[in-house]
């Protein structure tokens, strides 16, 4: 029976994020007047590491390195003040297509129809509406002291983006966020200059009437074409290498959520017949259960290194009937009970003292 790998290096199931936005956090510690250096050293980012633009960390690390962050500073509106630092090129190309893009509209669709190349979030993805007007945020859930400040961040850096290819400030007509409020409503509704609504169904920011067709001060066409052109290429190089069997276990990743999602509503966000998946899957050497179980297995091996939900919440998360049918997968697995692996992990990290 397999244990726990508690040692090996591997990927992130629950996502990754650029360098990029490690940067941005940085100088806003620095900005409110405290220095970074012993925050990077206590997470291990280098000055190498901050100079390697493809370099990432996965998300569960990038959000105790906010908390870290906020606790050093103060600030629990940290990562607005992080949002307000975040220029076009701390975006990455993406960031940088969108800054040329024609509107204001154009830039935020480009900026998150290319999110894949700064971050991934197996859970979920950014959107955009269809009429360009108000575009939200997946953020890890549920909610707690480690991931506010990123739907902060990246909802401010939107507006921020906005405002540049405007050039004013009252730029939104209301601003959603799904967590509740923290006590910080004026100073949310002074940065956004606009009704913010917390225990909202969704992340988001809604452009002021006709804004989103408003042409940007920095549009450029052939800089656009050049760099949209290149995101694709990327995107492409990305998606290249992914099997049937990657793109299903994305999908199930992201319809995990108080029960597992069927073989049926997957193949048809694939636009595929069940019969197509299976007959494929079985080219490849795979099938649906296993995938499920796959996705399944990794998920909560990261929920319970990773973050401090409860065994029920990681359980609603998984899909799973019940906690009991969590401990019995996860008996499996790692041949340990999730409470008994995540006991292990926090010794092992805990200071040793002489």
Known sequence: MSQPNTTGKRR???????????????RAVRQAGQTDRGLRQEFGISQTLLQAPDARISIPHYMRLGEAAIAL????????????????VDLGMAGLAAHCAPTVG????????????TSRNSRGHPSMSADLCEARFYSIRPYNRFNYFVVDSVLAAWTQLVRALTGTTRVLQAVAIEYPSQGLDAEFEAFFQCPVHFNAKHNGITLARSLASHPS??????????LTTDCELALGRI???????????????QALQGSAPRLE??????????????RQLQQEGSGYRQILDLARRDLAQDYIRETTLSLSEVSWLLGFSGPAAFHK??????????????????????????
């Open 329 to 354: 997968a996860y008996q499996r697995w790692f041949g340990t009970s999730p409470g008994r692996h995540r006991a292990d992990l926090t010794r092992q990290r805990a200071p040793t003292t002489r």
């Open 12 to 26: 992130n199931t629950l996502g990754d994020i650029s360098i990029l936005y490690v940067d941005v956090l940085c």
């Open 217 to 226: 001060v920095s549009a450029q066409p052939a800089m656009h074409r050049k």
């Open 239 to 253: 998606r290249s290498g992914w099997t049937l069997q990657d793109r299903i276990k994305e999908k199930v990743a």
């Open 73 to 88: 500073t103060g600030d629990p509106a940290l990562g607005l003040l992080a949002g307000r630092l975040t220029r076009p």
């Open 106 to 117: 154009a830039a935020l669709a480009t900026l998150i129809r290319y999110s894949l190349l």
């Open 265 to 278: 509503s997957i193949a048809a966000e694939l636009g595929m017949t069940p019969w197509t998946v299976q």
